[in-house]
T-cell receptor
Framework: NAGVTQTPKFQVLKTGQSMTLQCAQD?????MSWYRQDPGMGLRLIHY???????DQGEVPNGYNVSRSTTEDFPLRLLSAAPSQTSVYFC???????????FGPGTRLTVL | EDQVTQSPEALRLQEGESSSLNCSYT??????LFWYRQDPGKGPEFLFT???AGEEKEKERLKATLTKKESFLHITAPKPEDSATYLC???????????????FGTGTRLTIIP
């Protein structure tokens, strides 16, 4: 198993550009989430999904969209990048709400 | 609102010098408390889940314990490869976001000096 994979590993955007961060898992996990990690703050939940076709907002969803067309993939879209979105983004997955959450290697995003 | 506070922010130990990291938490109802290890430039790596007060779990030189208000990560005779940031997180059984959200602390950066 590759576990949770994320691409790209690094990305630099200009303000106003859009892009998609990719996340995939091969563990047949129903639950997938996106978090962002900023210095001096704990990881914060952006969006999550409890299964294919079902997504919902987390605590910091503004400026981001998600979709879940398959169990394996959960892409995160930045609609119009802003400097405040400079962060490290982690995708995570787990089998059920009570199971351990496994994280991907992260995408470091810089918005100029 | 759920809260997690980790202390100290940073800890430097000599190789072989045992110590403990603290995670204090506030939740409406604890579904689980998680410990993760994070190396620079990497994603959090799962270590332990604790579910109820009094529970303990061990893995190599690490031992995690849980009370109703805090958790400790004890490190016995650490080695340089134990250097990392250790994150604590709680899952609230009565929380928002379908209980999916983990509330994380800001971590303890542990450095083991050879």
């Amino acid at each position: 198993n590759a576990g949770v994979t994320q691409t790209p590993k690094f990305q630099v955007l200009k303000t106003g550009q859009s892009m998609t961060l990719q996340c995939a898992q091969d563990m047949n996990h129903e639950y997938m989430s996106w978090y962002r990690q900023d210095p001096g703050m704990g990881l914060r939940l952006i969006h999550y999904s409890v299964g294919a076709g079902i997504t919902d907002q987390g605590e910091v969803p503004n400026g981001y969209n998600v979709s879940r067309s398959t169990t394996e993939d959960f892409p995160l879209r930045l609609l119009s990048a802003a400097p405040s979105q400079t962060s490290v983004y982690f995708c995570a997955s787990r089998k059920t709400v009570s199971d351990t959450q496994y994280f991907g290697p992260g995408t470091r995003l810089t918005v100029l | 609102e759920d809260q997690v506070t980790q202390s100290p922010e940073a800890l430097r130990l000599q190789e072989g010098e045992s110590s403990s990291l603290n995670c204090s938490y506030t939740v409406s109802g604890l579904r689980g408390l998680f410990w993760y290890r994070q190396d620079p430039g990497k994603g959090p790596e799962f270590l332990f889940t604790l579910y109820s007060a009094g529970e303990e779990k061990e893995k190599e030189r690490l031992k995690a314990t849980l009370t109703k208000k805090e958790s400790f990560l004890h490190i016995t005779a650490p080695k340089p490869e134990d250097s990392a940031t250790y994150l604590c997180a709680v899952q609230d059984s009565r929380g928002d976001f379908g209980n999916e959200k983990l509330t994380f602390g800001t971590g303890t950066r542990l450095t083991i000096i050879p």
